[in-house]
């Protein structure tokens, strides 16, 4: 099993990134799917996820308007894409599967995003 981050990186306040995160090694489609990002000294948590079959999104509050999750099956991808983004999004960001039926659960190893000027 591999989830593998790509797309961080270093950007200026009010720019955007695209995270994108490859899964593979199990049945990507029966797993929903989530961002999530640890910033140095806080608690890892959760910025925004998906349904297995897409369509049902939820966000923390801190990013809802400025960040979309999205999902590709055919390619075994979920992206992250950022816009508006804020020097405390600075954080890790971490793909995360999550099968709620048989409680399998995998992440990737994260991706530094830093917004800075």
């Known amino acids: 099993v591999q989830l593998v981050e790509s797309g961080g990186g270093l950007v200026q306040p009010g720019g955007s990134l695209g995270l994108s995160c490859a899964a593979s090694g199990f049945t990507f489609s029966n797993y929903a799917m989530s961002w999530y990002r640890q910033a140095v000294g806080k608690e890892r948590e959760l910025v925004a996820r998906i349904a297995s079959r897409g369509g049902v999104t939820d966000y923390v509050d801190s990013v809802k308007g400025r960040f979309t999750i999205s999902r590709d099956n055919a390619k075994n991808t979920v992206y992250l894409q950022m816009n508006s983004l804020k020097p405390e999004d600075t954080a890790v960001y971490y793909c995360?599967?999550?099968?709620?039926?048989?409680?399998?659960?995998?992440w990737g190893q994260g991706t530094q995003v830093t917004v800075s000027s």
């Open positions: 995360n599967a999550n099968n709620y039926y048989t409680r399998a659960q995998y």
